[in-house]
Structures are given as structure tokens and as C-alpha cells.
């Protein structure tokens, strides 16, 4: 069966600390991962993904991702967190031809000061 | 600016009614997605559609029907709406294998 773990509910982390959100999956064919967020009453916006090719993925906003077959993983990290990247963020997997991406529970990020 | 409008932002809607959501877009994209989020649960996927003509059924289509008639427009409708069905709905469209979701910016809808 398809599915995404994300196994932090809630992350705090000090303004200009690194970052790192979990994500594993689980899905029969060659996956195609994302990472969104979400900010408070807003949709979704893609940060990253990942299809092919190099395993460490750049993205928006500084956010970069790398994907580990052997792990399952594809987790998300950034160096320097502002505090404008409080948010919750979503990871998801899909396949090439497939008509869905499985989404996992989500991580919610405060950033203090 | 292009990209995905959904109406209403919200909606409080009395057990029993009918109600369509609407979901429009202007990037021409083939294929669009309904998409419900739950507390907890993330989000799952009610219908899709490939392109304009069809449709199919996501991971919870129960109680929801859908309709492509043209490119631009993806409704999604309660025929007879009940509390479970409250949630904050997502309408999205993708370019094409290689590209992620678009997302609307949700309708919140609470059913009393």
C-alpha cells in the first residue's frame, strides 16, 4: 500500500537553527516525492520535488531535499531557519502516470526567536 | 495572475442540503483534483479528472460527485451534505507528469 510518514507532528526550532522534517514512504513503483507548505489559511505551494537523477534536490525559499532509496526516505532540510518559514509542511508521493499524490499528516514548524 | 480560484472561501451549510463547490483555472492545465484536509489526516484525494470529458474516483469519492466539462472548470458537488463531510476542501491542476500540484486556496466548509 502507497503511503507517506511523517513522524513529527510539531517542531520547534530558534531562528537561524537548522532544519530537518522526516518524511518515509512507502510505494510500489519508482516514486515521485514532493514537499509543500502551507501557511495559516492558504493553499498548498510546491517547494521541491524529486524525480529523477541527482538524490539531493534544490528548492524555493532555500530548501533543499534528498532522497535515500535504501531508507525510503526523502527528508527536508534547511540551514538557516527564518521566522517566516512557520508553517506546516507536507510531503507526497506519487508516481509517473499515477492520478494521485498520498500526502503524509504533516509537520507544523514554529520558529521562535 | 494565472492559477486556480476556488469559491466560496467559506461555507456553513445545514445537514441534508445540496452544494457545489466551484474550482476554476486558467493555466490550461489537463488534469485537476479535488482534494479534501482533515486534522490528522492530511490530505486524500476525492476525484480527478485527466482531462476535460473525465473523471474518476480518489481515495474517498463517497457522498461527492464531479464534473469536466470543459478545461477550465472542476466543480464538486454534495448532493445531500453531512456533518463528516466537514473539512477544508483543495481544488488542484498539474501541468503534466513531470510537474507538482497547483493548489486553490481552499473552501472551508462546516456542516451542521
Known amino acids: 500500500a502507497q503511503s507517506v510518514t511523517q513522524p513529527d507532528i510539531h517542531i520547534t526550532v530558534s531562528e537561524g537553527a537548522s532544519l530537518e522534517l522526516r518524511c518515509n514512504y512507502s510505494?510500489?513503483?519508482?516514486?515521485?516525492l514532493f514537499w509543500y507548505v502551507q501557511s495559516p489559511g492558504q493553499g498548498l505551494q510546491l517547494l521541491l520535488k524529486?524525480?529523477?537523477?541527482?538524490?539531493l534536490v534544490q528548492g524555493i525559499k532555500g530548501f533543499e531535499a534528498e532522497f535515500k532509496r535504501s531508507q525510503s526516505s526523502f527528508n527536508l532540510r534547511k540551514p538557516s531557519v527564518h521566522w517566516s518559514d512557520a508553517a506546516e509542511y507536507f510531503c507526497?508521493?506519487?508516481?509517473?502516470?499515477?492520478?494521485?499524490?498520498?500526502f503524509g499528516t504533516g509537520t507544523s514548524l514554529t520558529v521562535i526567536p | 495572475i494565472a492559477g486556480i480560484t476556488q469559491a466560496p472561501t467559506s461555507q456553513i451549510l445545514a445537514a441534508g442540503r445540496r452544494m457545489t463547490l466551484r474550482c476554476t483555472q486558467d493555466?490550461?492545465?489537463?488534469?485537476m483534483y479535488w482534494y479534501r484536509q482533515d486534522l490528522g489526516l492530511g490530505l486524500r484525494l476525492i476525484h480527478y479528472?485527466?482531462?476535460?470529458?473525465?473523471?474518476g474516483k480518489g481515495e474517498v469519492p463517497d457522498g461527492y460527485s464531479v464534473s469536466r466539462a470543459n478545461t477550465d472548470d472542476f466543480p464538486l458537488t454534495l448532493a445531500s451534505a453531512v456533518p463528516s463531510q466537514t473539512s477544508v476542501y483543495f481544488c488542484?491542476?498539474?501541468?503534466?507528469?513531470?510537474?507538482?500540484?497547483?493548489f486553490g486556496s481552499g473552501t472551508r466548509l462546516t456542516v451542521v
Open positions: 493555466m490550461r492545465h489537463n488534469a
Open positions: 488542484a491542476s498539474r501541468a503534466g507528469h513531470n510537474y507538482g500540484y497547483t
Open positions: 479528472s485527466n482531462t476535460a470529458g473525465t473523471t
Open positions: 510505494y510500489g513503483a519508482t516514486p515521485y
Open positions: 507526497a508521493v506519487g508516481a509517473v502516470t499515477g492520478n494521485q499524490f498520498y
Open positions: 524529486y524525480f529523477s537523477g541527482d538524490t
